[in-house]
């Protein structure tokens, strides 16, 4: 079953989206504050595949949930609820573990892209890991190692957690060396041709994945910056 959890504390809206989840198959589970979403999480022992979140929430807010359920789950598919003016909110989600943003008011069709989108990558990702790894597809590139069946990377041999997102730009990346991506190419890769933000998502997290695997993150030797046009991976 698809379970999503949504954490929304203004009732007209979190009804809104709970009737197009349901109308698309997902069972929903409604908390009204960040306290009650991390309780149901736990209670339902993670069993969940996305969960929405609004930012501005009583007792405890959006991003302190996302960060909670980031540490718990790397497969866990998060999309934070942001209004326009919270640009910098946006950007902070996505750097403490959110997969994506959709801002208000936001169109069913919208959401729904969104939702499937995630849906389909966290499926594939969870697949992959139940995979037995007794025939490891590996992808070396120098002191980094990418196992595309455990879904893991490791740095000298040290394992980096990553999400489900960062996996698959270091698979784009490893697959790629040396090449110059475009921020529309990358775009496409790991967030889909249907998607409907911008390509600022990309820019938010080659920042957190640099947290993770740059030794100086403010100079980085491997994820490099492509002045007007996107990324390079060196290994």
């Known amino acids: 079953m698809k379970r999503v959890l949504i954490a929304e504390d203004e009732r007209s809206i979190r009804e809104f989206v709970v009737i197009n989840l349901k109308r698309s198959g997902f069972e929903v589970v409604e908390a009204e504050n960040g306290e009650q979403a991390i309780a149901l999480y736990n209670e339902y022992s993670g069993d969940f595949d996305i969960a929405l979140l609004d930012i501005m929430m009583p007792l405890v807010d959006g991003l302190e949930v996302c960060k909670y359920l980031r540490s718990k789950s790397s497969t866990l598919g998060i999309v934070i609820l942001t209004a326009k003016t919270q640009e910098m909110d ?108 911008d390509d600022k998502v990309v820019d938010v997290n080659i920042r957190r994945l640099r947290m993770k695997i740059e030794d100086t993150p403010s100079k980085p030797e491997h994820l490099t910056t492509i002045w007007g046009i996107g990324y390079k991976w060196i290994p």
């Not at 995630?118 to 025939?135: A, C, D, P």
């Open 90 to 197: 946006k950007v902070t989600g996505l750097l403490v573990g959110a997969d994506d943003y959709i801002t208000k008011p936001f169109s069913p069709s919208e959401l729904m892209a969104r939702i499937d989108a995630i849906y389909r990558r966290v499926t594939i990702n969870k697949q992959l890991t139940r995979q037995s790894n007794e025939y490891s597809d590996l992808l070396t590139s120098g002191v980094f190692a990418l196992n595309l069946r455990s879904r893991t990377l490791t740095k000298n041999n040290k394992p980096v957690e990553l999400t489900q997102v960062e996996f698959q730009l270091m698979e784009y990346f490893f697959s790629n060396p040396d090449v110059a991506l475009h921020r529309n190419e990358i775009l496409k890769y790991v967030w889909g041709t249907s998607y409907y933000g």
